[in-house]
């Protein structure tokens, strides 16, 4: 039997010409009979005695009652309103991962975090090979392609605890959640070669992307800016390593 298929004609209709009450109705209804209650419950609460809920009282109540129902609603509504905008600021202006200044801020809450409760938390720093040359040959437009591919590379491979974000014009961190340096160091290079395995292919032409990343884990004290810094410096120092063990092939 297949459920929710389609209504009978009718079916509504004969129902509700038996006699039986609309939603609607069953609504106002239970609305109408709950409301004594609640301005006694009102009442109650603001230290009015039931005998002196006058008529006069009670329809004071039910506006008060009214008003508050409307600005809870209207604070709802302000909070969502909130929290698109913060999310809007926070996120990149080009590709779907946070801005500089969010991820940042996210850092220093998972450096104190993993301070405070001996929780294992690492960095990789990501850079675009060659992203220059990809703008000059093929235009900006091919380079939002490339970053916009990274990104989404990113987000697609790493958990949800995790977090991602373009800190540069082509640059990329990532902060893990529970990972060591070694766990670290793994994953940045297991993201290094699931971007460099997929060619771009842009205005006919396949364009290879390759990123040089650096992975550390944090030190207890250190902020911010240290743990960028020296993801930055491992990131160079992994990408002289590769660019040695090439020559040597």
Known sequence: MKVGGTRRPGTVSSVRGAGAPSRASAASAAGAASAPRQISD??????????????K???ALMT???EVDALRRELTTMRGRLDAVQQEADTDSLVP??????????LSRMISFSERYGAPASLV???LNNFKAV????GHAAGDAVLEYVAGTLVEHVRESDIVGRIGGDEFAVILAQANEADAIEKAESLMHLIA???LEIMGHKIGVSVSPGAVAFKPGEDAAAALARADEAMYAAKRRRQETEKKK
């Open 97 to 106: 991962v946070l801005n500089r200044r969010a991820f940042v801020r996210e």
């Open 57 to 59: 009282v009670r329809d």
């Open 64 to 66: 008060l009652m009214s």
């Open 42 to 55: 009102t009442a109650s609460i603001m230290g009015i005695p039931e005998a002196e809920v006058t008529p």
């Open 125 to 127: 720093f990501i850079d």
């Open 197 to 199: 395995d997929k060619p």
């Open 135 to 138: 703008n000059d040959t093929f």
